[in-house]
């Protein structure tokens, strides 16, 4: 964190900073329970960053799906509120302060972490995809995800990198890891484009996947947006060993969360993805839980066991 955030001689900016990142915390309590029980997993400073992450993300995403539209703003009105975000961001990101709580949080984890606008950035040109964009080609489709999702997931890197525990990566390793990071990134995006399939093509009328009409949606469509997502999350899972213990804890849950819900939608008939929003139960989501702290006492008992042979 910056250290000023936490300099008793500064009071006023240590209670607006904690301020700033419970806000944060109760925007992904809202809006995601799956990344919000992934994130009781990691140490509470590096939860706190990732939930800061999180909330930018979530602002950003409000704008341009529909809450900046029902509150009357006109489509011109609602590009400005992104670039004035995009822009308080950049600011924050140099002050390390900004008026705006969500955006405050997220400059005290870039600053920390080594986030900069060659992530940000991308992220929110994205964003401004979604005010302009109906439909996608092959090229545009993979700038956005890199953009929308991918950099997501190499933001969370910067903060696990940073975490207890992080192993020194080299540079070969640390290749690894943001190939990891970015695949679970455009993994969750493409799973949140076929359980969305119907709010995207009918209420925004977007059609995210080239060749694909949402509107005539097949089963064969379906199937192979499945198997890449399931291609996308073994290139992520590969690349667990990398993190600190707590952090492939908690990304290895996230994962399992999102693999659950892939193979639900594999499930569901294809037009049923055009009347209704697959979910996993809380029930399921609790149980994957429980799985994944499992196996991680169950290796390090296993560990123990080995090191008392020795």
Same mark, same amino acid.
């Given at each position: 964190?910056? /250290?000023?955030?936490?300099? /008793?001689?500064?009071?006023?900016?240590?209670?607006?900073?904690?301020?700033?990142?419970? !806000? #944060?915390k109760? =925007?992904?309590?809202?809006?995601?329970?799956?990344?919000?029980?992934?994130?009781r =997993?990691?140490?509470?400073? #590096?939860?706190?960053?990732?939930?800061? %992450?999180?909330?930018l993300?979530? =602002?950003?995403?409000e704008?341009?799906?529909?809450?900046?539209?029902?509150?009357?703003?006109? /489509?011109? &009105?609602?590009a400005?509120c992104?670039?004035?975000l995009?822009?308080? *961001?950049?600011?924050?990101m140099?002050?390390g302060y900004?008026?705006?709580l969500?955006?405050?949080?997220?400059?005290? *984890?870039?600053?920390?972490?080594? %986030?900069?606008p060659?992530? *940000?950035?991308p992220?929110?040109?994205?964003?401004?995809a979604d005010?302009?964009?109906?439909?996608h080609?092959?090229? #545009?489709?993979? @700038?956005?995800?890199?953009?929308?999702?991918?950099?997501?997931?190499?933001?969370?890197?910067?903060?696990?990198?940073?975490?207890?525990?992080?192993m /020194?990566?080299?540079a070969?390793?640390? @290749?690894q890891?943001?190939?990891?990071?970015? !695949?679970?990134?455009a993994?969750?995006?493409?799973?949140?484009?076929?359980?969305?399939?119907?709010?995207?093509?009918?209420?925004?009328?977007?059609?995210y996947?080239?060749g694909?009409?949402?509107?005539?949606?097949?089963e064969?469509?379906k199937?192979?947006l499945?198997?890449?997502?399931?291609?996308?999350?073994?290139?992520?899972?590969?690349?667990?060993?990398?993190l600190a213990p707590?952090? &492939? $804890?908690?990304?290895?849950?996230a994962?399992?969360?999102?693999?659950e819900?892939n193979?639900q939608?594999?499930?569901?008939?294809?037009?049923?993805?055009l $009347?209704?929003?697959i979910?996993? !139960?809380?029930?399921?989501?609790?149980? %994957?839980?429980?799985?994944?702290?499992?196996? $991680?006492?169950?290796k390090?008992?296993?560990?123990?066991?080995?090191?008392?042979?020795?």
């Amino acid at each position: 964190m910056d /250290p000023r955030e936490l300099d /008793p001689r500064t009071p006023a900016l240590h209670l607006y900073s904690r301020t700033a990142q419970r !806000s #944060s915390k109760v =925007l992904l309590r809202q809006y995601s329970t799956s990344f919000s029980l992934a994130c009781r =997993l990691l140490d509470a400073a #590096s939860a706190t960053r990732i939930a800061n %992450i999180y909330a930018l993300v979530r =602002l950003a995403d409000e704008i341009v799906d529909g809450v900046a539209l029902q509150a009357g703003l006109e /489509p011109r &009105a609602i590009a400005a509120c992104l670039d004035d975000l995009e822009a308080e *961001t950049e600011r924050a990101m140099e002050r390390g302060y900004s008026t705006n709580l969500v955006v405050h949080a997220f400059a005290l *984890t870039a600053r920390s972490t080594g %986030i900069g606008p060659e992530l *940000t950035a991308p992220f929110f040109a994205s964003m401004r995809a979604d005010l302009t964009t109906g439909e996608h080609d092959a090229r #545009s489709l993979e @700038d956005y995800i890199y953009g929308s999702a991918e950099v997501i997931g190499l933001m969370c890197l910067q903060v696990f990198m940073a975490m207890p525990g992080a192993m /020194p990566l080299g540079a070969e390793q640390e @290749d690894q890891a943001k190939l990891a990071a970015r !695949s679970l990134g455009a993994a969750f995006q493409k799973v949140n484009f076929l359980r969305d399939l119907m709010q995207d093509s009918q209420e925004l009328g977007r059609a995210y996947f080239p060749g694909i009409d949402p509107e005539a949606f097949g089963e064969q469509d379906k199937q192979r947006l499945v198997e890449q997502i399931e291609q996308d999350l073994d290139k992520a899972r590969a690349g667990l060993a990398l993190l600190a213990p707590a952090a &492939a $804890r908690a990304v290895r849950l996230a994962h399992d969360l999102f693999q659950e819900l892939n193979r639900q939608l594999a499930k569901a008939p294809a037009e049923a993805l055009l $009347r209704t929003r697959i979910s996993v !139960s809380p029930g399921r989501k609790a149980m %994957i839980a429980v799985r994944v702290l499992l196996a $991680r006492q169950g290796k390090t008992q296993t560990s123990h066991i080995m090191e008392g042979r020795h």
